[in-house]
Nanobody, 124 residues
Framework: QVQLVESGGGLVQAGGSLTLSCAAS????????MGWFRQAPGKEREFVTA????????TYADSVKGRFTISRDNAKNTVYLQMNSLKPEDTAIYYC?????????????????WGQGTQVTVSS
């Protein structure tokens, strides 16, 4: 079991940067695969990025490759999402997710635990 709380969202101009954090509870954080998803108004929740338990392996959606970076600090029970060169189309509610599967999933149904979300708005 794990509880997740996102933070760091806000309003940013196009081309700017923002870092999101996801704080997790529990003593077994290192056993969870972690992921970030986002959902824009009127659209389905979509995969952004995921990271393995050790932090060695990562995967990204094509739309954010080269701009976003996921990382984790197991000693601090925290996963991060560094977002650079932000675009208006990045505007969405961003969710942190966790699961005990050995492999990373790009599907929302592949994650058992979710945070409440944090709003990211990119102005043109």
């Amino acid at each position: 079991q794990v509880q997740l709380v996102e933070s760091g969202g806000g309003l940013v101009q196009a081309g700017g940067s923002l870092t999101l954090s996801c704080a997790a509870s529990g003593r077994t954080f290192s056993r969870y695969v972690m992921g970030w998803f986002r959902q824009a108004p009127g659209k389905e929740r979509e995969f952004v990025t995921a990271i393995s338990q050790s932090g060695i392996s990562t995967t990204y959606a094509d739309s954010v490759k080269g701009r976003f970076t996921i990382s984790r600090d197991n000693a601090k029970n925290t996963v991060y999402l560094q977002m650079n060169s932000l675009k208006p189309e990045d505007t969405a509610i961003y969710y942190c997710a966790a699961d005990q599967e050995f492999t990373m999933s790009i599907l929302a149904v592949g994650y058992a635990y979710w945070g409440q979300g944090t709003q990211v708005t990119v102005s043109s």
